[in-house]
């Protein structure tokens, strides 16, 4: 058979090389053994291939013929197609050499043009070396693709013994495709062929299971497929929304993570590398790639474990979900899970945006006055400054909010509008607050949200016969128009004077807080222009907030409004009683939050860390062999030790000759026996002590299979004679010496080892 390569190649060696050069290669490629596991059959297969090479282009004659041949066929312009090229020479797998090989069916389209690939003719029993060498050559997808074959109807071939032992054989074949699939997978690793990468480790992983063989590689392969799983969540998930089994896969992932770590905050180890920062980083980097159904899926799910973090993320998806989709019900999922959070946590702003956009003034109020989001509060109060409250500057700071923080983390919602008029204008919507509004009873007024002022409200459209602007929220847009840049003004009902919020739902006028939205401009302002709206008065020396509407007013039109009109005079009286009672609480309460929120770690930070997809969160590499975990100084360290320990033994009292099978190898090991058996013999042994300091290794590559190590060793050695001490046979000496050492079976041997001249 042919395979594509050329005796250069095998060699590693360019065409203009040396004569010396090809000598120092070859000595070199004979020395550097594969893994361990490999069979002598596939080594004396590789060592035929290295040795014909050598002979080949060692030989004058027959370099110079193969190098004519050879870049006859590299330039000339007729060997760009592989069917122009003649027998001997043609690339061997060459499109339909290949397909025979792998089994693989023939196709009627002409074979592409491609560069001249120089092959060379191997036995049989050679195929195994080959595959070898093209893993060495990192040809990781050709050893796939002429090795796989073999594995199902190949079989057979190997059965008659024709390229060795034929069980032998096959599992150098498995051994070499899984170690193809290991290598490949981490080159498509570092080229962020994330899936790809996955997939050739996996392969490996089946080759071996089938096999039921090399326990070691699998373990290599699954450590890497897990440090593999960050990056195919993340690019899984990354996908299009229309690629829904592959978006699935990455989700399923990521929850496996989740289930390995116990939780985003979890102290478990899913073998990805990632620290529980790193975890924490990763996980916001994903958001952005996750609609918000499929992370309150997640996360809701994660907060049973119980995971804080999960809460909190849980809560992001309630609110955008609840709001962006008019479902006032996730909000008050979200409001629920808020109320784990806030014994440990402040999260009193994101309680009163629930409380806003449930309708429910008072609890909205409170929450406020609890929170110690100093920059926030500002912004609310600046943008309240001509309302009587603060509900223009909580609705602009909630649109925002909504807006800015919280849909900007959500696929679908990344450019989604956040505005509070549409969503209470929605009547399913109106339906929801009202059943909750008819379940809960009135509550006292809140102190944070009602303003205080001594005069009322002065407009330019303030009338002697004060209408009242009862239009609902979907009614909003046929009862203002639009007057850009000023914000939206009231077209019809002139003598409107805005109510304190804490009057929305049992206020004089009926107004719900869906209508008081209703009224308000994109900037956050009333729609009235006040003249002269007064400033919040000082929290110390609040004063009541002036009633909207005079005893002289006409009454609503609605009857549920009059029934509300006529509770509100019998509840008015009882709230005066317990104001007293409810200043101190409010104290009290307030005197705790800031302690806790003084003693409890803060919550997630606003805005959240934003992660491209083009930037990992930690940089996580593939994991190096373990032959690159240590250096050739250690190596040398150990043997040289491990030598001198079993010398030790071997020449003590005891005479432990075998040992020296453990560290040594021909010719060493032939003199040292001979010298410990004399020992024996004649009744005579040392006492040693060493110390060893490492000067050079050649060559540095941790890979290679011989290195020369010089070492400086220091030998302190008592030698006793027939049961006495012999001082003239003593000594302390410090000596230069020169181990070759070499790699058998994955174990290092020293091969030989001489005195040299220090100086």
Known sequence: MRIPLDYYRILGLPIQATAEQLKQAHRDRTLQLPRREYSEIAIEARKSLIDEAYELLSDAEQRQTYDAQFLSRSYSPEAVSPTSVPAEVSTAIGEEALRSLASEPTTTAPPPVEPYTPTIAIGEPQFVGALLILLELGEYELVIR????????????????RYGDPKRVLEDIVLTLALACLELGREQWQQNQYENAAESLETGQELLLG????????????????????????????????QAKDRLQGIALLKAMLRDRGGIDGAGEDLSGLS???????????????????????????????????????????????????KPNLVQRARQLLGQLSTRQDVHLEQAVCALLLGQAEEAGQALELSQEY?????IREHSQDSPDLLPGLCLYTERWLREEVFTHFRDLANQEAALKDYFADRQVQAYLEEMTLATPAQPTSPILARDTQAPLQTPFHSTSQESYGASAFQFADAATTVPPMGRVPAAHDGYMPPNLDETVNSDNGLSIA????QLSPEGQLEVNGASSPRR??????????????????????????QRLRWDR??????????????????????????????TKPRLQRPALEIGLAAPPVAILPPPSPEEQISVSDIATTVVENWLTAKSRALSENHEIDV?????????????????????????HFNYEHTVEILSVEPNDPGADALTARVQVREVAEHYELGARNLDESYDESLMMEYSLVRQDGEWFVKDMATIDGN
Request: hydrophobic letters at 45%; glycine letters at 6%.
């Open 375 to 379: 920059e926030p509060l500002a912004f």
């Open 570 to 599: 019998v509840a008015g009286i009882l709230i005066l009683g317990i104001l007293a009672m409810g200043t101190l609480g409010f104290v009290t309460v307030r005197t705790l939050s800031w302690v806790s929120a003084a003693l």
């Open 146 to 161: 002429l090795g796989r074959p073999f594995l199902t109807s190949g079989q057979a071939s190997l059965a008659n013994g």
């Open 515 to 518: 209508e008081r939205v209703s």
């Open 537 to 562: 008065a000082s929290r110390n020396g609040r004063r009541p907030s002036p009633q909207v509407m005079s005893p002289t007013d006409p009454p609503t039109d609605s009857p549920r409004q009059s």
């Open 211 to 242: 096999e039921s063989a090399f326990p070691a590689i699998r373990a290599e392969l699954q450590s890497d497929l897990y440090k593999l799983r960050p990056y195919r969540v993340l690019e899984l998930v990354a996908r299009p929304l229309e």
């Open 276 to 326: 529980t920062d790193d975890f924490l980083r990763f996980i916001q980097q994903l958001r952005g790639y996750l609609t918000a159904e499929e992370q309150q899926t997640i996360f809701e799910a994660e907060v049973r474990r119980p995971s804080a973090v999960a809460t909190y993320l849980a809560v992001y998806a309630l609110l955008a979900r609840g709001f962006a989709g008019h």
């Open 660 to 684: 020296l099978e453990t560290i040594l190898v021909e010719p060493a090991l032939a003199k040292w026996r001979n010298r410990a058996n004399g020992a024996q013999r004649e009744n005579w």
